[in-house]
């Protein structure tokens, strides 16, 4: 790709749980962004980093693809893609991140009877995270059938897609209201600051030290 040799390229999510705490950490980091609103690319002020918004599904591709050097994203959705392209060494994670905190749940009807996993047997278990979800059936030698979507996986149940579903949770106030309870913790995540796993070039790495030193100062000063 036709990348500039000395800014490091770091994607972020455009919008949602992740973006104000990546630009929050940024910021307490000393690196200056002005306001993104519109634009895909920014380049920081005071520091050789180009920031891309983009959506977080995007991102683990994008920095196993190279086009992005580093990329701040959950755990889940890294996890899922690295399991999906079957390559779970083409990034590096630089730094377990204290934001985004979720877990990746089983949750049933809550008048469906459950005692354990094995009550999974035969159903129909809709998720976005087809991978994560399979591994766990098979790591818990329970067979069912995936349903995979790409949201509102928590209707569901009561559209008669599917018996259970497989989804994060971070407060349980959305299984509530659609009245499931989670049932089995399958993946526990944080957001993650990633690396390409390929070396960056002498100038990029310098950069990257110096963010890695300021981040593990405020994250210290933080937790
Ligand atoms: P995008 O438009 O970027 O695709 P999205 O709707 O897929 O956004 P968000 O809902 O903003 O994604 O969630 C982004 C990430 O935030 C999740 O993948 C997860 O790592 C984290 N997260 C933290 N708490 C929650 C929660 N309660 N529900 C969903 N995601 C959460
Ligand atoms: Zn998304």
Redesign the pocket.
Known sequence: ANLPKDRLRLAV??????HTDSMDLLKACGIKIKSPKEKLLLHADNFPLDLLFV???DIPQLVMDGVCDLGIV?Q??LEESALERGTANAYVSERVLDF???RLAIALPEERPYASVKDLAGLRIATSYPQLTKRYLAQQGVSADVVTLSGSVEIAPRLGLADVICD????GSTLEANKLRAVETIFK?T?ALIRNARPLNAEKAHALEIILRRLDGVQKAAG
Do not use: E, F
């Open positions: 999510q455009k919008s949602g749980r992740l959506r977080d599904d959950g889940n959705v985004g905190g979720c994060l949770v971070s407060s995540s957001a």
